[in-house]
């Protein structure tokens, strides 16, 4: 794992073959949580760890993802 030092307003570039993904650091508050901003092609998804395991998990399995149902 690659581990680097940021701080607010601050980016690193993912260069994928789809295009450059830039993730800033907006904020880090108090509580220690940290607030990103992503820009990334249109075509590539984005999503939270948590909510692309539950995608992965359901395409494995079939069925419609847990997140689709949620927002229904």
Known sequence: ??????????S???DTS?????????DIRTNGQVRLGIEAPQTMPVHRLEIWN?????R????TPAVAKQLS
């Open 18 to 26: 789809d295009g450059p993904v830039t993730v800033t650091i907006v």
């Open 1 to 10: 794992m690659l581990v680097l030092s940021r701080k607010v307003d601050e």
């Open 60 to 63: 494995r399995g079939g069925g």
């Open 54 to 58: 539950e995608i992965r998990k359901e």
């Open 12 to 14: 690193i570039v993912l």
